[in-house]
């Protein structure tokens, strides 16, 4: 069985940045596709960005791109998201997510961490 636990949320001030991390246990975070989401308060849980196995393909969200930096070290079995520029709307809780069923887009993963909360203001 697949557990992710999140860390490194927080509140930081507009401009600011933060790093979370989404450790892996019960299985090579080498074999497993990951991605981030996060859910804004009153809103719909959204995308923020995927990476393959090797780390080799990532994709972003168009609201973080440039902004966001997703990486993998299947060393450590941790996935993180640099975070970089934040913004109020960023606010939401992160959540990392693990094997997807097909598109790393979709929101379809077999494994999700219990999220951690980020709130970006001054």
């Known amino acids: 069985q697949v557990r992710l636990e999140e860390s490194g949320g927080g509140l930081v001030q507009p401009g600011g940045s933060l790093r979370l991390s989404c450790e892996v246990s019960?299985?090579?975070?080498?074999?497993?596709?990951m991605g981030w989401f996060r859910q804004p308060p009153g809103r719909e849980r959204e995308f923020v960005a995927s990476?393959?196995?090797?780390?080799?393909?990532?994709y972003y969200g168009n609201s973080v791109k440039g902004r966001f930096t997703i990486a993998k070290d299947n060393a450590k079995n941790t996935m993180y998201l640099q975070m970089d520029r934040l913004q109020p709307e960023d606010t939401a809780v992160y959540y990392c997510?693990?094997?997807?069923?097909?598109?790393?887009?979709?929101?379809?993963?077999?494994?999700w961490g219990q999220g951690t909360q980020v709130t970006v203001s001054s």
């Open positions: 997510a693990a094997d997807p069923e097909n598109d790393p887009i979709s929101g379809r993963y077999d494994y």
């Open positions: 019960g299985r090579p975070s080498r074999t497993l596709p």
């Open positions: 990476i393959s196995m090797s780390g080799g393909t990532i």
